[in-house]
């Protein structure tokens, strides 16, 4: 489907559909008017009841260049999801802070730096080629878990939630035993306001009760690395774990609160949003059988095929930031204090940069998706995830003949983090 038919409504809604997750459980209409705003105000001012003012930006160069002023445009200072206005308050009075944990997406500069190289070199590609046979084996199992479903399963639910997260598990340290746990908790926190994956989404209406939400997962995901960190203390292994447990910080231990914000961002970040572009890639070969049949035929293709699903699905909707000082893009200036949204979503649709950006296309090239976002902050996990993608797609593509959809896939009710969420498929074994 294309914008060429684009309206004022499309104006009139967007701040409805931007502040309302339950809009990403139908993503086009959004499309639609992230389209007009390209178009007609790409740096827009948007007041939504109940939020604070905020910027969209919606061009592709336009967030690029925002990312790269990292000093200009900060993580600290506000939140870095766009969050309601009681709740912002809320978090405020009861943290001191606009964020409920502290870790590399909420810090800047030589901070910011001190914290993202603990890790670091765990995730870049030189590192990860030495996993790549141990990434193999498990996406074997997953394909041959999914064979076993005799031409029929829900893709999310069988597959593409379970990989990436044993994947992730491993590489942190945590005992297969409590996947089933961290998966949970996982959609408890970025699917909160999904009345599917919420751990009471009924308090989410109301900020007060909505924080203790968020809380009763936090708490639950801390007391559990709390022991980790104390078995990692005692008894190092080769693991991201053992790097965050025996970390010093300014020849300082690591704060409790730093170090479990730290294990949460991996646990999580680490395999949904992979778990998501795996997913919208299936989900776009099965409407696309031409494409399917291309990249079976061409195993070259594959690396297109990862970059695109990345690009079509784009887990992570937005990131907020703060700017500093006065500045000017696109002809408009944004304040000192001001709040910004870089719309990843808008910047992977943008017609200036992408052909036919309506089209899941495996033979796109180049392909400049943003949905690692740019800069200092670009996803520390962006290679792995490119590496799980490849390896799934090469183990499973020519072990299948075709994949069809068996029913209505559904995405998440997330306005931060959203993907599919159901995805059911019939398959013929090659």
Known sequence: MTHSSLSAE??????R?????????????????????????????????????????TRHADILEIERQADIFRNEDRSTVLVPRDMREAIEAKQGSPHLTRSVVNMDGSEHRTYRMLTQ?????????????RIREIARQAVDRMLEREGACDFVDDV???????VIMEILGVPEKDEGMMLALTQ??????????????????????????????LRDF???????????????????????????????????????????????????????????????????????????????????????????TTPVKHFMRTAVSDYTISGKRIGAGDWVMLSYMSANRDEAVF??????????????????????HVCLGQHLARLEMRILFEELL???????????????????????????????PA
């Open 10 to 15: 499309s104006e009139s809604g967007l701040p």
């Open 17 to 57: 559909l931007l502040t309302d997750p339950r809009s990403f459980a139908e993503p086009e209409p959004i499309h639609k008017a992230l389209a007009w705003a390209r178009s007609h105000d790409p740096v827009r001012k948007v007041e939504a009841p109940g939020f604070d003012p905020f910027w969209l930006i």
């Open 121 to 133: 070199a765990w995730f870049v590609a030189g590192s990860l080629r030495k996993l790549e046979g």
């Open 160 to 166: 593409a939630l379970h990989y990436p997260l044993h």
């Open 188 to 217: 408890q926190l970025f699917g909160a306001r999904d009345p599917e994956k919420s751990r009471d989404a009924g308090a989410m209406a109301d900020p007060a009760t909505a924080l203790t939400v968020f809380d009763s997962v």
């Open 222 to 312: 801390y007391a559990y690395f709390d022991q980790l960190t104390e078995l990692r203390r005692q008894a190092p292994r080769d693991d991201v774990a053992s790097v965050i447990a025996n970390a010093m910080i300014n020849g300082k231990p690591i704060s409790k609160h730093e170090a479990n914000s730290y294990y949460v961002l991996v646990a999580t970040a680490g395999h949904d949003t992979t778990s998501a572009s795996t997913a919208g890639g299936i989900w776009s070969l099965a409407e696309a059988p031409d494409q399917l049949r291309a990249v079976k035929s061409d195993p070259s293709l594959i690396p297109g095929l990862v970059e695109e699903a990345i690009r079509w």
């Open 355 to 376: 052909d036919d950006p309506d089209h899941f296309r495996i033979d796109r090239s180049p392909n400049r998706q943003l949905s690692f976002g740019y800069g200092p």
């Open 398 to 428: 020519p072990r299948i003949r075709s994949i069809e959809l068996a029913g209505p896939p559904k995405w998440t009710q997330s306005n931060f983090i959203s993907g599919p969420k159901k995805l059911p498929i019939r398959f013929k």
